[in-house]
Nanobody
Framework: QVQLVESGGGLVQAGGSLRLSCAAS????????MGWFRQAPGKEREFVSA????????YYTDSVKARFTISRDNAKNTVYLQMNSLKPEDTAVYYC?????????????????WGKGTLVTVSS
């Protein structure tokens, strides 16, 4: 079992930055691919970014490329999402996801574990 707890959300002005963290319980964190998804009000949850278990492979949705950076620290059982140049359209609840299969984390389909989310609000 893996439990995921997100933190770092909040209110920020457009152009600002936030760093989200996702702390995972369990001894096998380094075996899991990790990802971030978001859900804006009235919209479906969408993929944001994913990272392989060693951290050498990363993926981003087009709208966040060059602005967001995903990273992980396996010694701390934590994955991060550094978000720069934030835009009002980035406003959403951000969810952390974990799965043995990186493909699952990229699509959100069949993901084993989800966090409860952290709210990011970007004001214009």
């Amino acid at each position: 079992q893996v439990q995921l707890v997100e933190s770092g959300g909040g209110l920020v002005q457009a152009g600002g930055s936030l760093r989200l963290s996702c702390a995972a319980s369990g001894r096998t964190f380094s075996s899991y691919a990790m990802g971030w998804f978001r859900q804006a009000p009235g919209k479906e949850r969408e993929f944001v970014s994913a990272i392989g278990w060693r951290g050498s492979i990363t993926y981003y949705t087009d709208s966040v490329k060059a602005r967001f950076t995903i990273s992980r620290d396996n010694a701390k059982n934590t994955v991060y999402l550094q978000m720069n140049s934030l835009k009002p359209e980035d406003t959403a609840v951000y969810y952390c996801a974990a799965d043995i299969n990186l493909a699952s984390v990229r699509t959100g389909s069949g993901v084993d574990y989800w966090g409860k989310g952290t709210l990011v609000t970007v004001s214009s």
